[in-house]
Every structure is written in structure tokens, then in C-alpha cells.
């Protein structure tokens, strides 16, 4: 099973600025996580940004957090129980009621149902502590979770690794920055190819 971009949501956890310094491959980690982000802006993947306890943490780094649509600032360690899942799976509008001036149900156009996009591409730290439960609440609620491994990262490597580790034994597919691009793109003809080897290279 390929990713597929036009089913895909990016979601960026917690890059910020007084925790990266105390990362592992800190700036190799930040760097993969601001390329994800312009490849999904460049194919109209949405983007999204969680900041925990940003008061304490500080914002993420500025220019990651300028290519998100909305960063959710949290207190908890899963953004899920914060409301992430909202914005990745909006309830669906009420249809509108008519009224005396509104055409005939009959002549009334459809309304078309917002396309669901259930694929959460997820990078993020502490890899063992926000991005895991974060992406342990998106798999129960039925996304399927695909983890940049490049793009995580926590204090310590072992940390790193048993949060890959898990998430793998709970169905969530591990990949890398190169993997996302290339399968959003799925052929040298797409139009953005250049762009996105530029990206990438």
C-alpha cells in the first residue's frame, strides 16, 4: 500500500524551540521536518502544528510553524485528546433547510460531502512520549497513521526506537521523508517533480 497525497494530512508535534536543543540529530530531525512540511504545501496537503505546554516550551521553530495551517497549542501529551482529531476530521455540515424562496428540492443541487482525508502522515518529539500517544489515539479513532522516522526524534535514541518499535506492533506504518515524497508524487511526470527533487535533493 502506497500513500496516497489527495487522502493525506500532514501533522508536525511539538518542535520547539527550548525543547530541540536537548534533541538527538536535533537539526538533521527539524530540517526533514520543515522539508515534509513544504513538500505537502507544494502537493496541497494539509499541514498542521501541536506546541505542548508552549508557555513553558516555547513556539515551535518559526519557520516550520509559518508553513502550518493552525498549530494546536496542548497541555495534554496527545494532541488527540486536545482536539486535533476536529480538525483532521471535521464534522460534516447540516443541510440547509429551504424556504420559500429556495427552489424545489427537486431542482436543488446535491451537497456534496466534504472528501475525507483518513491518512495522518505524523513526525514529531519527544518520539516516545507526544508524537507515540498522539499517534496511538489517531490509530484508535480509525486514521491510518504513517510515522517519518527521520523527522522524530527524543533525548536519548532508545527512547526513539522503543516508540518506533511500538508503534509499528500497533499498526502504524514507519517511513521516511524520501518515502512520503516520492509516493505523493508517484511518477517523474507529476507536474511538481522538479520542485519536489529540489526539495528533497
Request: hydrophobic fraction near 40%.
Amino acid at each position: 500500500m502506497l500513500l496516497d497525497e489527495s487522502e493525506s494530512q500532514l501533522v508536525l508535534v511539538d518542535y520547539q524551540e527550548r525543547l530541540m536543543p536537548v534533541i538527538f540529530e536535533a537539526a538533521l530531525v527539524l530540517e526533514n521536518a520543515r522539508r515534509l512540511a513544504k513538500i505537502a504545501r507544494l502537493m496541497d496537503v494539509p499541514v498542521w502544528g501541536t506546541e505542548q505546554n508552549p508557555s513553558r516550551l516555547g513556539a515551535n521553530d518559526a519557520e516550520l510553524r509559518a508553513l502550518c495551517a493552525k498549530t494546536l497549542s496542548k497541555m495534554h501529551f496527545s494532541a488527540a485528546e486536545e482536539g486535533l482529531g476536529e480538525w483532521l476530521r471535521p464534522p460534516s455540515k447540516p443541510q440547509q433547510g429551504g424556504n420559500a424562496r429556495s427552489l424545489p428540492k427537486h431542482l436543488q443541487k446535491p451537497q456534496q460531502p466534504a472528501s475525507e482525508r483518513n491518512t495522518i502522515v505524523i513526525a514529531g518529539c519527544e518520539a516516545h512520549v507526544c508524537l507515540l500517544q498522539t499517534a496511538l489515539d489517531l490509530l484508535e479513532d480509525e486514521f491510518d497513521v504513517w510515522v517519518v522516522t527521520d523527522a522524530c526524534s527524543s533525548r536519548t535514541e532508545r527512547n526513539r526506537d522503543a516508540a518506533f518499535d511500538r508503534l509499528a506492533g500497533a499498526g502504524a506504518e514507519l517511513v521516511t521523508t524520501e518515502m512520503v515524497a516520492f509516493e505523493w508524487l508517484r511518477s517523474c511526470e507529476h507536474p511538481d517533480f522538479k520542485e519536489m527533487l529540489a526539495l528533497v535533493k
